[in-house]
């Protein structure tokens, strides 16, 4: 199962992320969590969190990308959810073995993150990538969008199209490899 975090402070007005997400309906290996949707007040339910993470087999970290970073309630999540002894040090092994996905939209264009424009993006993705290691994940290449506002619809649809095939493939070679079991389940 693909577990998709996401952090989208209005999700109602995304256009990018919305375009991304549109494009897995029907997925039924595919369960996003909404975190503004769930916890409005901030209240994280870790537990719940928790819970949801066990059937992952892949973890999508999806996120527009606000200054430089993740918006304020998904770096919340990171240091409620991601507990000491259950993601990560003695005896932790919740999320051992399974893989991480950052998915990125951002406002700036694709030459202003690559290696040789103003931010590399791998520099960014540095943060979550140690997280995700220190929880004993598989770091994968990150889906990323650039440009988006200036990106016309046909340019999004594109773009899920090519976000769900990735998953997709995925899906598929977590099934061949005996994946876990869905638990099923929606927020
Ligand atoms: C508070 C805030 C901070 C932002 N910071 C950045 C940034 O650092 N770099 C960037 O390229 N875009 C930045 N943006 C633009 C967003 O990444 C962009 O609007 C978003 O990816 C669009 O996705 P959506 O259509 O799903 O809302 C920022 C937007 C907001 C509202």
Redesign the pocket.
């Known amino acids: 199962m693909i577990v998709i975090i996401y952090a989208?402070p209005y999700p109602r007005?995304?256009?990018?992320?919305?375009a991304l997400l549109d494009a897995l309906e029907g997925m039924d290996s595919v369960r996003v969590r909404s975190l503004y949707d769930l916890y409005p007040d901030f209240s994280i339910d870790v537990a719940a969190e928790q819970d949801a993470l066990a059937p992952a087999r892949l973890v999508v970290w999806q996120h527009?990308?606000?200054?430089?970073g993740s918006p304020a309630l998904f770096r919340l999540w990171m240091d409620k959810v991601l507990q000491y002894g259950w993601a990560y040090g003695k005896g932790a092994a919740s999320l051992g073995g399974k893989d991480v996905l950052w998915t990125v939209?951002?406002?700036?264009d694709a030459g202003s993150f690559s290696r040789c424009g103003e931010t590399d993006l791998a520099l960014l993705a540095q943060p979550l990538r140690n997280a995700g290691e220190q929880c004993g994940m598989r770091w994968l290449p990150p889906f990323s969008l650039h440009g988006?506002?200036t990106l016309t619809q046909e340019q999004l649809a594109g773009a899920g199209a090519r976000y769900r095939e990735m998953l997709e493939a995925l899906a598929g070679g977590y099934d061949q490899a005996g994946g876990v079991q869905d638990s099923g389940g929606r927020p």
């Open positions: 989208h007005h995304s256009r990018a992320n919305n527009p990308m606000h200054w430089y939209t951002t406002g700036g988006v506002t």
